[in-house]
């Protein structure tokens, strides 16, 4: 069966980069139309979409966090990366990682891990 | 952005019928997929492409709607189905998620 499960820092400052790892089960990245995705709550937006990338290595952004995000994968290992660069405070939240199909609907999704931006 | 409007909180009686509404604020076309989240969980999919029921999900649950507007549909409701539902669309760039809907069971 599918399983995700993200990790990270936990706890960051102010202008700090957050680094989030994505470790799953169940599928592979090396099938065709399979793809990660990225997303947080946040008491301030609520479930906001951050990005995905693809087997194929294409990778799409939510554009008001563009030039912020970066995503990776290793494959062969089965995890997914995702780094945010210079956070603050709005970015306090749940992060979560997820299977996405081709239809761009987010199928499993990880327990979900909380990280905190404060001074 | 492509906002999607859903009513903030709604309570109904084990056994009933109950239908959440998504209204998108451009067309969406059937790029709309339904998902419940329980307190202290992840959300979970319910419905994809705007009528098709996700894997594992009870048939109690179905979608339907086009265009902008879009209803989740859960009969009979039962106990267990307190919850937030979120919808989410898939076809404007970026996607977007309703600010949920809190379902009460009274």
């Known amino acids: 069966q599918v399983s995700l499960k993200e990790s990270g820092p936990g706890i960051l400052q102010p202008f700090q980069t957050l680094s989030l790892t994505c470790s799953f089960s169940g599928f592979s990245l090396g099938t065709s139309n399979m793809g990660v995705g990225w997303i947080r709550q946040t008491s301030g937006k609520g479930l906001e979409y951050l990005a995905t990338i693809w087997w194929d290595d294409d990778k799409y952004f939510n554009p008001s966090l563009n030039s912020r995000l970066t995503v990776s994968k290793d494959t062969s290992n089965n995890q997914a990366f995702l780094k945010i660069t210079s956070v603050d405070t709005a970015d306090t939240g749940t992060y979560y990682c997820?299977?996405?199909?081709?239809?761009?609907?987010?199928?499993?999704w990880g327990q979900g891990v909380m990280v905190t931006v404060s001074s | 952005d492509t906002v999607l409007t859903q009513s903030p909180a709604l309570a109904v009686s084990p056994g009933e019928r109950v239908s959440i509404s998504c209204r998108a604020s451009?067309?969406?076309?059937?790029?709309m997929h339904w998902y419940q989240q329980k307190p202290g969980q992840q959300p979970k999919l319910l419905i994809y492409?705007?009528?098709n029921l996700a894997s594992g999900v009870p048939a109690r649950f179905s979608g339907s709607g086009s265009g902008t507007d879009f209803t989740l549909t859960i009969d009979p409701v039962e106990a267990d189905d307190t919850a937030t539902y979120f919808c989410q669309q898939s076809w404007n760039d970026p996607f977007t998620f309703g600010s949920g809907t809190k379902l009460e069971i009274k």
């Open positions: 451009e067309g969406v076309n059937s790029y």
């Open positions: 997820t299977q996405v199909p081709g239809c761009n609907s987010f199928d499993y």
């Open positions: 492409k705007a009528s």
